[in-house]
């Protein structure tokens, strides 16, 4: 049986990133993002909308990017897949988290000085798209 993992976001950064480095040197970055979905209430008529956050992981080249390049309020396509971790908190509870592990970013919008965001204005040829990496842990 055929099985997918597969997340796809559009949506824009709650914080800037906080950039990390694994014991091996490897850099991490870890974004909140948020998605918004809006509808009109079916008996009021009025407009409503629910507002989900989500834990992005970028690894390497992609947090590199991550740190480099964005900001809090930045509007951005993930791509990626799920990951539940299981781990310990302070009080010895055992606690799980699921998480997007991001494989493919590109930056949308606007930049600051507003001209458009395209990988050619942002950063060097070939920025913004990274290969699918391996588990890190």
């Known amino acids: 049986m055929a099985s997918l993992n597969r997340v796809s976001l559009i949506g824009n950064l709650g914080d800037d990133p906080e950039a990390r ?3 091996d040197g490897t850099a991490t970055a870890v974004i909140r993002m948020a998605t918004t979905d809006v509808w009109k209430d079916r008996e009021s008529g009025e407009k409503k909308e629910k507002t989900e956050w989500h834990r992005v992981i970028l690894y390497r080249g ?3 990017i991550a740190k480099e390049y964005l900001k809090k309020g930045a ?3 993930i791509e990626g897949k ?14 799980y988290t699921t998480e ?7 930056m949308l919008g606007r930049r600051r000085d ?7 204005d942002e950063a060097p040829a070939g ?3 990274a290969e699918p990496v391996g588990e890190p842990f």
Do not use: C, F, H
């Open 100 to 106: 997007i592990v991001g494989e493919e970013m590109k």
């Open 62 to 64: 992609l947090a590199d």
């Open 114 to 120: 507003d001209s458009p965001a395209t990988v050619t």
């Open 82 to 95: 799920l990951r539940t971790r299981k781990w310990t908190d302070k009080e010895n509870v055992e606690r």
């Open 75 to 77: 509007q951005i396509y």
């Open 127 to 129: 920025v913004g798209v």
């Open 21 to 23: 480095y694994l014991p």
